[in-house]
Nanobody, 113 residues
Framework: QLVESGGGLVQAGGSLRLSCAAS????????MGWYRQAPGKQRDLVAS???????NYADSVKGRFTISRDSAKNTVYLQMNSLKPEDTAVYYC?????????WGQGTQVTVSS
């Protein structure tokens, strides 16, 4: 079970921090990350981080978003700065262990202009 928190409404230029805890996983999680889906659009990768700390970002968020994790707690974070209206979407966290993928329920992020 993935429990997300931290979404909300913010003005353009503001910041939000998303959290996602894999509260029942007894194992270390190899890959964790975030996707987002805006209305009428496909779900796209925002950022991911491996258990070794290797990160990957969508070009649209590079330099503005930072992904991090606490592997001991199986928790992943997404610090979002300099938010833009086009960042408005439902954000979904996920975990992946050798192709076995789980999703969070999604948290709404709305950026007003």
């Amino acid at each position: 079970q993935l429990v997300e928190s931290g979404g909300g409404l913010v003005q353009a230029g503001g910041s939000l921090r998303l959290s996602c805890a894999a509260s029942r996983s007894p194992f270390s999680i190899i890959l964790m990350g975030w996707y987002r889906q805006a209305p009428g659009k496909q779900r796209d990768l925002v950022a991911s981080i491996t258990i070794g700390g290797t990160t990957n970002y969508a070009d649209s968020v590079k330099g503005r978003f930072t992904i991090s994790r606490d592997s001991a707690k199986n928790t992943v974070y997404l610090q979002m700065n300099s938010l833009k209206p086009e960042d408005t979407a439902v954000y979904y966290c996920y975990t992946d262990n050798n192709g076995l993928r789980y999703w969070g329920q999604g948290t709404q992020v709305t950026v007003s202009s």
